[in-house]
């Protein structure tokens, strides 16, 4: 709405002032001695400099410009935090299965060595080791579960999807390519740069700014 109303505002800028009407009449007798009349009225209208109404013109549609890019700003920043909520779903909803499946392992390898610990076969800190490697694995899931439920509140607010929606198991991301060259890199970076765009188109608008004044 800040760059629509930025536009409507370029053939404004373009456009001399009004015109201007003046109406008057006198309301003491001591008036009508200095210049006598009964009413009197005019017209006005200020004829800016071309040039003036040029650089004013400018200045307003570098301005539209420069809300145009916060505009796009703020969409492909929106884009980005999506990208990555969906990204880091994926990782927890790997990862949740295999600290649950891990933790089962070492649960039961500390049941088998209490198990072997009468018959000799294996020692009292083999067991506690399985146990308390299985009591962090198990720390580590609920973490991660709570995790996941925080990622998924941010994945909804960032689709603005109802907090009762329910965000299932992400089972696929796609993966991108890339681009070890550095040339490459810097020119996407220079042409998805919005706020420098903007730093320049601000840089431009000063001068037709200092122009005016």
């Known amino acids: 709405l800040r760059w629509l109303a930025a536009i409507e505002r370029e053939p404004q800028a373009a456009t001399p002032p009004d015109p201007m009407l003046d109406f ?8 009508m001695e200095i210049a006598p009349m009964l009413w009197r009225i005019g017209l006005s209208q ?7 109404l040029w650089a004013a013109q400018r ?12 505009y796009e700003t703020a969409l492909l920043e929106t884009i980005a935090q999506t990208k990555e909520s969906y990204y880091e779903l994926y990782y927890l909803d790997r990862a949740i ?3 649950a499946k891990a933790e089962e392992i070492f649960r039961n390898q500390a049941t088998l060595a209490y198990g072997e610990l009468s018959a000799g076969r294996s020692e009292l800190n083999e067991a506690f080791r399985a146990e308390s490697q299985a009591a962090q694995l198990e720390y580590d899931r609920l973490l991660l579960g709570e995790q ?29 390519p ?17 706020e420098l765009q903007s730093m320049g188109l601000d ?11």
Do not use: H, T
């Open 203 to 213: 840089a431009r608008r000063a001068a037709y700014e200092s122009y005016l004044a």
């Open 46 to 52: 200020p004829i800016p400099w071309w040039r003036k």
């Open 24 to 31: 008057g009449y006198p309301l003491r007798e001591s008036e």
């Open 59 to 70: 200045m307003a549609a570098l301005e539209a410009d420069m809300a145009r890019l916060a």
């Open 97 to 99: 299965p295999i600290a």
């Open 148 to 176: 996941r439920f925080a990622q998924a509140e941010g994945f909804k607010a960032l689709l603005n999807l109802p907090s009762g929606a329910r965000v299932g198991p992400i089972r696929s991301a796609p993966a991108y």
């Open 178 to 194: 890339v681009s070890p060259s550095f040339e490459e890199l810097a020119a996407r970076a220079e042409r998805y740069a919005r």
